[in-house]
């Protein structure tokens, strides 16, 4: 009895070795096979060339050695001189209320750990210095972002921190009370219901915070459009007086910009003679240069360091997983698939004072806001032209 | 016999089962020990959370990499070589606030304040913006002695303080043009024009008149031939769409010529030598600019741009001409950084211009793509270097 139990165990030991046995085969002659499952793999960001791609090729001068000299170069607009006929013209397509907003399956998607489609992420950003309690913050930046992974499509909506609308238990108030009243959760709830879209993730960032995160990349170069210049720019960053102002002045053209001086960039207001709608511009110009700038480094090197400097400033249901993911699907969009829209007036909005004339609000024009909002969210093959710009 | 065969098959099984085993579990360890620093918890939550850090803090080092196509380090790399004739020009640019020089040695910096832009070349003189927290001041340097503002920031409430920034020496070095806001105290308006000012302290007069709360002027060049004319960029605002005009202007006349058309956002124009060309820059495409020379007319139909040649594409800022006009000056993006880069210039008989390739001129960490370069002898740079000295404040 002994004896037949010994040898069935001796049978069972060998084949369980042999099974071990045939496994590093196959590691050894399929060395994909186990990467196939996905999720773990991808996080290594070793094995899976979907999630770790080679490192896009710096940004460089287009320089083409052979159109110097050759009869096609771009005209340039002077004035008296024939127009250029290549000058992209912006064209509006005529809405189709009829497609789906968010809720179209994009296809492969590579395995991703995000949503395998179209998702939607909500960017806050608060002026959260000492004139704020810090669990009670209005949100100064409000950025529906799109992205279409299979497509590499990204959409960016600003919408306008004035914008009169009814948030549920409040009444109507500035869109910007429902992160302080209700916190992400009221935020997120107020945006879904008035354009009609699911927020999958949101990130809040604070004054702190988006000066780290553009530190940590080494700077963002922007093109700074015109002149910023502002008399009373809050002097809050760190500081003991939370009521102290500066004057700013950023000279236009490209320029580097450390993370300080791009937070500056994208907070002043009062010398924009567009106010709060250049400054929602400003803010997805700089959005758009953090991307670049993820696009020109290891996403691998950079992200944990990020994160890890970025305790406390930056709140987020996105895992370290999934910035990841979102840093490397950068390196896939190109600059064309990134579709902007301020939703400003006099084209989105109107602008007025609320019913007890207290206050100065921006009012959704909503019948001219959910095309727009339709065809952006839209599957990027199904969308025939360029989109508007800003 | 087959009672021998079956004992050794089943010792020869359960040896190499044991064997190969071995070798597949001490590699499935060593295989999930390269996945485990990445086994990172896939949160779901939507509750309001910061990201977690320990995570990051598991990673191994070796993931860490460094930045896969991160720009070359500064170098001594004598730069000027790449610079046609290089014993005959030297550039001066900014660099973290400072002024630095290309020699053939390699590049020098020149001053050590950390605030210094807008370097300006004149006749025996370099004018320089000197930033401090609210305000600018020109500042002059030359033989004359140590370098002394020509704007001055005397009252200390800050809403006072004014911005003098982009000097332009007039023909001469006892009067020149820049950017201001000196009248925002009387009439509240905050958007810069441009201003004409003199060595002595006197007040400055105002040249362009931007339209009030809708607009400012920027960028102003000036004609070496006839000074009383001049370019320069008229942003302003049409409803919610930005213009960005080059305007040529005849100061002793007040008359005023777009020469861009409104759609065309055009900027940084610079005299030729000769005054007969404008380079400058346009944008017509996204985040895409490109580098243009036209020749400004001024005859028949009044001043308007003629055959734009165009010169290079990226994102481009402050083209200056060298001296003898061989070469155009700018500054681009070399790899993730902005330089300085050449092209070279000829012209034939009948004026027209051909343009060479571009040169990346300055391998540093970067200059400040908003300082105009300079283009200057090496003599004339060598006592820029002089004049500096002690450095300003």
């Not at chain 1, 929602?280 to 990020?306: E, F």
Request: net charge negative; hydrophobic share 40%; charged share 15%.
């Amino acid at each position: 009895m002994i004896r037949v139990a010994g040898l069935l165990l001796g049978v069972a030991l060998g084949a369980l070795m042999l099974l071990f046995g045939l496994a590093l085969m196959l590691r050894l002659l399929l060395p994909d096979w186990y990467a196939v499952p996905g999720a773990l793999m991808q996080m290594t960001g070793q094995r899976v060339p979907a999630v770790s791609p080679p490192p896009a090729p710096v940004v460089q001068l287009e320089y083409d050695e052979s159109s110097f000299g050759t009869p096609d170069p771009p005209t340039p607009g002077v004035r008296n001189m024939p127009a250029d006929s290549a000058s992209p013209t912006p064209t509006v397509e005529p809405a189709n209320a009829e497609t789906p907003v968010a809720e179209v399956e994009s296809g492969d998607a590579a395995g991703t750990l995000l949503p395998n489609r179209r998702f939607n992420v909500l960017l806050l950003g608060s002026d959260n210095d000492l004139k704020f309690s810090p669990n009670a913050v209005l949100t100064q930046a409000m950025i529906l972002v799109s992205i279409d992974p299979a497509n590499a499509d990204v959409a960016m909506i600003s919408i306008p921190r004035d914008f009169w609308v009814p948030i549920a238990g409040y009444g109507n108030q500035k869109i910007d009370v429902a992160y302080e009243v209700g916190g992400i959760a009221l935020a997120r709830s107020t945006v879904e219901r008035l354009f009609g879209v699911k927020i999958d993730y949101y990130a809040w960032v604070g004054l702190n915070g988006l000066v780290q995160v553009i530190d940590t990349l080494g700077g963002v170069d922007v093109t700074v459009q015109h002149p910023i210049l502002d008399e009373t720019y809050p002097d809050d960053l760190n500081s003991t007086d939370p009521y102290a102002f500066f004057r700013l002045y950023i000279p236009a053209g490209p320029q580097h910009l450390d993370g300080t001086t791009a937070l500056e960039y994208v907070r002043s207001r009062h010398g924009d003679l567009q106010s709060d709608f250049g400054r929602s511009a400003r803010q997805q110009q700089v959005l758009v240069a953090i991307k670049n700038r993820v696009q020109t480094l290891s996403v691998v090197g950079h992200v944990p360091r990020l994160v890890a400097a970025l305790q406390g400033s930056v709140k987020t249901d996105l895992t370290l997983a999934d910035i990841l993911q979102l840093a490397a699907l950068a390196h896939k969009v190109p600059a064309g698939s990134i579709h902007q829209q301020v939703l400003a007036a006099p084209d989105f909005a109107s602008l007025g004072y609320s019913p007890d004339g207290t206050q100065q609000v921006v009012f959704p024009n909503w019948a001219a806001i959910r095309p727009v909002v339709t065809r952006m969210l839209r599957p990027a093959s199904a969308a025939a032209g360029p989109m508007s710009g800003t | 016999m087959r009672q021998r065969l079956i004992p050794a098959a089943y010792a020869l099984f359960v040896v190499g089962g044991l064997l190969s085993g071995t070798l597949g579990v001490h590699h499935m360890a060593t295989f999930a020990d390269d996945a485990q620093v990445s086994r990172l918890p896939k949160n779901s939550s939507t509750t309001d959370h910061a990201t977690p850090a320990p995570v990051v803090q598991s990673l191994p080092a070796r993931l860490l990499v460094e930045v896969s196509n991160r720009a070359p380090q500064p170098t001594a790399t004598p730069v000027a070589e790449n610079l046609k004739g290089s014993e005959r020009w030297s550039l001066l640019y900014v660099l973290g606030g400072d002024l630095w020089q290309t020699t053939p040695e390699g590049p020098l910096q020149l001053t050590h304040d950390g605030h210094i832009g807008q370097p300006a070349l004149g006749e025996g003189a370099l004018a320089f913006v000197e930033r401090s927290r609210n305000a600018s001041d020109i500042w002059l340097a030359s033989a004359d002695g140590p370098p002394w503002p020509i704007t001055r920031n005397s009252v200390p409430t800050i809403s006072q303080n004014h911005w003098a920034t982009q000097p332009a020496f007039l023909p001469g070095r006892q009067r020149l043009y820049g950017l201001g806001d000196f009248n925002k105290s009387t009439t509240g308006v905050g958007d810069l024009a441009v201003w004409e000012l003199g060595l002595d302290l006197t007040p400055p007069v105002q040249i362009t008149r931007p339209p009030a709360y809708a607009g400012g002027d920027q960028d102003v060049t000036i004609d070496p031939v006839d000074p009383r004319q001049i370019v320069f960029t008229r942003y302003a605002y049409a409803g919610s769409q930005l213009i960005e005009q080059l305007q040529w202007l005849d100061v002793s006349t007040d008359r005023l010529v777009p020469l861009t058309p409104p759609d065309q956002s055009s900027r940084q124009a610079t005299y030729s030598p000769d005054g007969t060309s404008l380079a400058f820059v346009q944008r017509t495409d996204g985040a895409q600019e490109n580098l243009y020379v036209a020749h400004l007319q001024l005859a028949d139909i009044g001043p308007h741009l003629e055959d734009p040649q165009h010169v290079a594409t990226g994102v481009i800022a402050n083209p200056v001409w060298c001296p003898d006009a061989s070469s155009l000056i700018y500054i681009a993006m070399a790899g993730d950084r902005f330089e300085v880069w050449s092209v070279d210039v000829q012209r034939d008989a009948d004026g027209a211009e051909t343009f060479g390739g571009p040169r990346q001129m300055t391998n540093g960490p970067g200059v400040d793509a908003s300082s105009r370069p300079v283009c200057t002898t090496p003599e004339l740079a060598d006592q820029v270097r002089q004049w500096l000295t002690p450095a300003p404040p």
